[in-house]
């Protein structure tokens, strides 16, 4: 059986046992948290869709810890004009561990 969620502004196709980074959450390590915006859940033949989202489902998901991303490099220059600008980024994630599909 597998799902897809939304949270953090995206969207991923989940599985139980499945181990997935989104968006940094304000849940400490070992603790449960629960996506209620499941936008369709689908096993073998069977797939029910919602419209946008499944009354009902649920995803239930265990911390297993925070991190930062790797670094990206942004460079902006405007060529002949002696201007050059570089920032560099790191975002925040959670790694969960997803564990019971209902939907």
């Known amino acids: 059986m597998y799902a897809v969620i939304a949270t953090g502004g995206k969207q991923y196709r989940v599985a139980e046992g499945d181990v997935i980074q989104v968006e940094r ?12 915006k499941v936008l369709m859940v689908g096993a073998g033949e069977n797939v029910t869709v919602g419209k946008p989202y499944i009354d009902g489902g649920k995803v239930a998901a265990t911390v297993r810890k925070h991190g930062r991303g790797e670094k990206i490099e942004i460079v902006k220059m405007r060529r002949r004009k002696h201007h ?5 980024h790191r975002q925040d994630y959670t790694e969960v561990q997803i564990g019971a599909i209902q939907g």
């Open 25 to 36: 959450l304000a849940v400490d390590v070992g603790g449960e948290v629960e996506f209620d």
């Open 84 to 88: 050059r600008k570089q920032m560099g």
